[in-house]
């Protein structure tokens, strides 16, 4: 499984950006997605993850209300709409795939339920 993540960039503060995760594979839409982001000198943290089904999504605090995950099983896609950007949104975000298959419950938000990391793009927001 390759995992290729793409649509960071620059952005003013309040502006918005849409991340996009495409994934080689067959059994994508067998598995949940999640996005993680790390700023510098912090460590990697949870942003957002959807069930493999889609019908379930979870957020961290901190983007709840402003960060929007989807996914396309047919294109193998997982997007992240990131609105009303602060300058503390700023970070290298990571797409991920979990590694329980068909899995109905939650815990998306810790690192060990995911198995294949995509290599990153840059999110930069200015004030």
């Known amino acids: 499984v390759q995992l290729q993540a793409s649509g960071g960039g620059l952005v003013q503060a309040g502006g918005s950006l849409r991340l996009s995760c495409v994934a080689s594979?067959?059994?994508?839409?067998?598995?949940?997605m999640g996005w993680f982001r790390q700023a510098p000198g912090t460590e990697r943290e949870f942003a957002a993850a959807?069930?493999?089904?889609?019908?379930?999504?979870y957020y961290a605090d901190s983007v709840k209300g402003r960060f929007t995950i989807s996914r396309d099983n047919a294109k193998n896609t997982v997007l992240l709409q990131m609105n009303s950007l602060k300058p503390e949104d700023t970070a290298v975000y990571y797409c991920?795939?979990?590694?329980?298959?068909?899995?109905?419950?939650?815990?998306?938000?810790?690192?060990?339920?995911?198995?294949?990391w995509g290599q990153g793009t840059q999110v930069t927001v200015s004030s």
């Open positions: 991920a795939k979990d590694r329980r298959a068909n899995y109905g419950g939650g815990f998306y938000s810790v690192e060990h339920v995911y198995d294949y």
């Open positions: 594979g067959r059994t994508f839409g067998s598995y949940g």
């Open positions: 959807i069930s493999w089904s889609g019908r379930s999504t």
